[in-house]
């Protein structure tokens, strides 16, 4: 196992202060400003006085000019539901792999090749945990602490299993190391009263189990998709975003596979017991619910606007340059072509850094008047 790079300060850095190691980074915001959140990041931006920051707005257009081949800049909706528009030479859409085709579909752009919205990835999350006889203190510190990738690259018995499911190859992922829960986690778990009381001191969640948790590989697939809802509508109106999703036979397959083998490194490290949930559960419909309530889960989404070189078969180029509009790029997980093993923060910050330096130090031609 190698020290998970958590963008936590491990020591005063930019006039923010060393993690103190409260735990609570995985869930909640940063009394302290320690960890790299948008918090930290944006108030730099802000104190810079070059920054406008509008919370609790909606975009809902992509403007274009009469040509229809640039962006002339955004329509939004402030709190109150209020319209108003932003002019801009460059807009760079950074909504996430859900909203950023969804605004896109919405305002008819981009989309010359179709692919708008396809080839959406999760990660299947294959989770493992085991019940060690000693504490582990697992809760102090950051929320993922240890990664190790041994199952990023099959091995030959690994291959053999996958030819055994029908398939000619599988991979697993990066696999975090975490604890189960922190002390407002456990708190919620255990009854009200004096047995309360016992079972936090025990501890038996927070200080004795440790979680496994493989970002495994999803598979793209062009069925799979965002696309605008013809019934559903937000609150403002506006068609709500729809996900169409089945998983590949390869994450099943996987899922299955590598699962006994993260419990057997646990019982290996000691555990008494161990129990995974695969992707999806094993349990069929109406079987008793899974120890510990595991199931399987993604925080990981991505594609639906994948990069490439042929405006044929991509959305975006190479720059995250949209192939349709010259002056409108795109910076967040939804240009991913593959979602790979690994979770995909430091290639969204690299993207974001690329961007960013693609616009300051070799701009694009400025909008024409229209």
């Known amino acids: 196992p190698y020290r998970a790079p958590t963008g936590a300060n491990s020591r005063p850095y930019d006039g923010r202060p060393a993690c103190n190691d409260c735990g609570f980074c995985g869930y909640y915001g940063c009394p302290i400003h320690a960890k790299g959140d948008p918090v930290a990041l944006l108030s730099r931006a802000l104190h810079t006085g070059r920054c406008d920051l509008r919370a609790e707005c909606t975009v809902t257009d992509v403007l274009l000019d009469r040509s229809g081949r640039r962006t002339t800049g955004v329509r939004y909706l402030d709190a109150a539901g209020e319209p108003h528009e932003v002019r801009a030479s460059h807009v760079v859409l950074a909504c996430g792999a859900f909203e950023t085709p969804r605004l896109l579909l919405a305002s008819g752009v981009g989309n010359r090749s179709g692919l708008v919205g396809r080839h959406l990835m999760f990660h299947f999350q294959t989770f493992t945990v085991g019940a060690f006889p000693f504490s582990l203190h697992g809760d102090r510190g950051r929320s ?33 190391h975490g604890a189960a829960a922190h002390p407002v986690q456990e708190a919620l778990t255990y009854p009200t009263g004096a047995l309360h009381n016992e079972c936090m001191r025990d501890s038996s969640l927070r200080e004795r189990l ?22 559903v509508r937000d609150v403002w109106g506006r068609p709500a975003g729809r996900v169409t999703y089945a998983p590949h036979r390869h994450e099943l397959a996987a899922s299955e596979h590598w699962a006994p083998l993260l419990e057997r490194v646990l019982r290996d490290a000691g555990a008494e017991w161990s129990v995974s949930s695969t992707s999806p559960p094993r349990d069929a419909p109406g079987a008793e619910a899974h120890p510990l309530g595991l199931a399987p889960a993604s925080r990981h989404v991505m594609g639906t606007c994948r990069m490439g070189r042929d405006p044929a078969t991509s959305v975006v180029g190479p720059e995250g340059r949209f192939h349709d509009v010259e002056n409108l790029l795109c910076a967040d997980s939804s240009v991913f072509v593959t979602s790979a093993g690994y979770g995909p923060t430091l290639t969204l910050m690299a993207l974001a850094h690329r961007t960013a330096s693609l616009l300051a130090d070799a701009p694009l031609p400025a909008t024409a008047p229209m």
Do not use: K, S, Y
């Open 210 to 231: 440790w979680v496994f948790t493989m970002q495994g590989e999803d598979l793209p697939q062009a069925a799979n998709a965002v696309d605008l809802d013809p019934a």
């Open 144 to 176: 993922v602490t240890h990664l190790h990738d041994d199952f990023c690259v099959p091995t030959d018995d690994d291959l053999a299993a996958a030819r055994a499911a029908g398939l000619p190859w599988f991979r697993g992922g990066i696999v975090e």
